[in-house]
T-cell receptor
Framework: GENVEQHPSTLSVQEGDSAVIKCTYS??????FPWYKQELGKRPQLIID?????GEKKDQRIAVTLNKTAKHFSLHITETQPEDSAVYFC??????????FGSGTQLTVLP | DTGVSQDPRHKITKRGQNVTFRCDPI?????LYWYRQTLGQGPEFLTY????????KSRLLSDRFSAERPKGSFSTLEIQRTEQGDSAMYLC?????????????FGEGSRLTVL
């Protein structure tokens, strides 16, 4: 099955700085890579996703890059704000369209 | 609210008791997933339904766990003879009628505490 590894487990940045979270996956057939944000006590919610036919996707301050050869993808958040503080999870599809999640990155944006 | 709803939100039980959780997915979604999340970890896949058919079950899922989706709408997850290691957040998610993997819409979860 799919194995997803995520780094770092914690990340602190100053407000306004950029944050980068990286994930690697094992199944070369995986073709869909979402990122979920989970605020304390809340449900995970999709913030951005990318399919394997593109190398980069941007949505305002958030971007995801994909390197299929190296089997890794990254989340980039620019101009971080305090409301970006949360746990971020990457994921990749296993069989039957279920997602395998990484272990999460606790992002703290310091004012 | 037309999102995924789960009930109960919190359940405290004694070891050895049975518990059942219910999930109501977004009405037009035909795929339904159960995940388990422990503190500091990502959601861990338990099982998956397409309509009423249970198509996949994690190898990590013990025989004490069973899930149903009898009419292809709501789903239940039952844990028999609960153990302290079953304490976790149980998340339900649904996704729509597409032929490719897409966004999962999660419920708020059912938190289980086994004493």
């Amino acid at each position: 099955g799919e194995n997803v590894e995520q780094h770092p487990s914690t990340l602190s940045v100053q407000e306004g700085d950029s944050a980068v979270i990286k994930c690697t996956y094992s199944d070369s057939a995986s073709n869909y890579f979402p990122w979920y944000k989970q605020e304390l006590g809340k449900r995970p919610q999709l913030i951005i996703d990318i399919r394997s036919n593109v190398g980069e996707k941007k949505d305002q301050r958030i971007a995801v890059t994909l390197n299929k050869t190296a089997k890794h993808f990254s989340l980039h958040i620019t101009e971080t704000q305090p409301e970006d503080s949360a746990v971020y999870f990457c994921a990749a599809p296993g069989s039957a369209r279920q997602l395998t999640f990484g272990s999460g990155t606790q992002l703290t944006v310091l004012p | 609210d037309t999102g995924v709803s789960q009930d109960p939100r919190h359940k405290i039980t004694k070891r050895g008791q049975n518990v059942t959780f219910r999930c109501d997915p977004i009405s037009e979604h035909n795929r339904l997933y159960w995940y388990r999340q422990t503190l500091g970890q990502g959601p861990e896949f338990l099982t998956y339904f397409q309509n009423e058919a249970q198509l996949e079950k994690s190898r990590l899922l013990s025989d004490r766990f069973s899930a149903e989706r009898p009419k292809g709408s709501f789903s239940t997850l039952e844990i028999q003879r609960t153990e302290q290691g079953d304490s976790a957040m149980y998340l339900c998610a649904s996704s729509g009628k597409t032929s490719v993997t897409g966004e999962l819409f999660f419920g708020e979860g059912s938190r289980l505490t086994v004493l």
